[in-house]
T-cell receptor
Framework: AQSVTQPDIHITVSEGASLELRCNYS??????LFWYVQSPGQGLQLLLK??????LVQGIKGFEAEFKRSQSSFNLRKPSVHWSDAAEYFC????????????FGAGTILRVKS | DVKVTQSSRYLVKRTGEKVFLECVQD?????MFWYRQDPGLGLRLIYF???????EKGDIPEGYSVSREKKERFSLILESASTNQTSMYLC???????????????FGSGTRLTVV
């Protein structure tokens, strides 16, 4: 079965600093990987996704993520964080052989201090 | 703009009540999903549906049922609400077909249910 681990429950960064949110997955073959963001009181918005090709993917709002098969990781990065990036971030994994279901991590809450 | 609409943002219900959470999508998506979101647990799949009148259990179906009479609407039913069902409920949809998972999901804004 697929699983996703987000090791950091909370992360606090200063505005303008770089950001990396960690995501590790458990799956045998090449998974379909996603990062979603949830602003307070809102649903989830897709930031970026990976399922093949270049292992560094670009998303919306200046985010990027790198797929590393050897480490079973798909970490989310941003070079300079803005106060509006404060939100909860979810990593998710899926695969066609498991149907169209996504498995989500527990989430990482990002706080941005000015 | 494509949309998944959940009819209520906030609901307060009493223990033992039958509760209906409604979700409508306007994207002609085959797949629809209900998740519940709890702090520290992320999103857990309750039920999903690949087609009209079709449903499958997710990871935590106990105490819930669903209905999909029309393609655009997917309802979550709490047969007898209990306090441990107090949570945020999120509906999502996605296109159907093989490998459609690469599209990801479109989510609604969520319904925060409190059972007292």
């Amino acid at each position: 079965a697929q699983s996703v681990t987000q090791p950091d429950i909370h992360i606090t960064v200063s505005e303008g600093a770089s950001l990396e949110l960690r995501c590790n997955y458990s799956y045998g073959a090449t998974p379909y990987l996603f990062w979603y963001v949830q602003s307070p009181g809102q649903g989830l918005q897709l930031l970026l996704k990976y399922f093949s090709g270049d292992t560094l993917v670009q998303g919306i709002k200046g985010f990027e993520a790198e797929f590393k098969r050897s480490q079973s990781s798909f970490n989310l990065r941003k070079p300079s964080v803005h106060w509006s990036d404060a939100a909860e971030y979810f990593c998710a994994v899926g695969a066609p052989e498991y149907g169209n279901k996504l498995v989500f991590g527990a989430g990482t809450i990002l706080r941005v201090k000015s | 703009d494509v949309k998944v609409t959940q009819s209520s943002r906030y609901l307060v219900k009493r223990t033992g009540e039958k509760v209906f959470l409604e979700c409508v999508q306007d994207m002609d998506h085959e797949n629809m999903f209900w998740y519940r979101q709890d702090p520290g647990l992320g999103l857990r799949l309750i039920y999903f549906s690949y087609d009209v009148k079709m449903k499958e259990k997710g990871d935590i179906p106990e105490g819930y049922s669903v209905s999909r009479e029309k393609k655009e609407r997917f309802s979550l039913i709490l047969e007898s609400a209990s306090t441990n069902q107090t949570s945020m409920y999120l509906c999502a949809s996605s296109p159907g077909g093989p490998n459609s998972i690469n599209y990801g999901y479109t989510f609604g804004s969520g319904t925060r249910l409190t059972v007292v």
